[in-house]
């Protein structure tokens, strides 16, 4: 099993920045692709970004492209998430997830990973 925990989220006005982590554990070895996503009260979780095992390639949802950046640090079993330019609208629980892929393949649907955390509230105030 692999354990994923998410830390980073907090309270932000308008403009700011958050770093996300997500600290993985356990069996942590093979291709694991990771993804961010993100649900906010009485909507449903969405896609945020997404990341390979390579690293290589990198996907984004189309409302946060060019403010956020996806990246991992395989050696640290550590996942990043930096988000800039933040907007009310950001304001969710932050869910980073890992699942098997190709080595340069990302996930981009949330059935596709098996291993989640438990999330991490972010809160932009305007």
């Known amino acids: 099993q692999v354990q994923l925990v998410e830390s980073g989220g907090g309270l932000v006005q308008a403009g700011g920045s958050l770093r996300l982590s997500c600290a993985a554990s356990?069996?942590?070895?093979?291709?694991?692709?990771m993804g961010w996503f993100r649900q906010a009260p009485g909507k449903e979780r969405e896609f945020v970004a997404a990341?390979?095992?390579?690293?290589?390639?990198?996907d984004y949802a189309d409302s946060v492209k060019g403010r956020v950046s996806i990246s991992k640090d395989n050696a640290k079993n550590t996942g990043f998430l930096q988000m800039n330019s933040l907007k009310p609208e950001d304001t969710s629980v932050y869910y980073c997830?890992?699942?098997?892929?190709?080595?340069?393949?990302?996930?981009?649907?949330?059935?596709?990973?098996?291993?989640w955390g438990q999330g991490t509230q972010v809160t932009v105030s305007s």
């Open positions: 997830a890992a699942g098997l892929a190709g080595s340069d393949d990302t996930i981009l649907m949330a059935p596709g990973y098996r291993h």
């Open positions: 356990g069996r942590t070895f093979g291709p694991y692709a």
């Open positions: 990341i390979g095992w390579s690293g290589r390639r990198k």
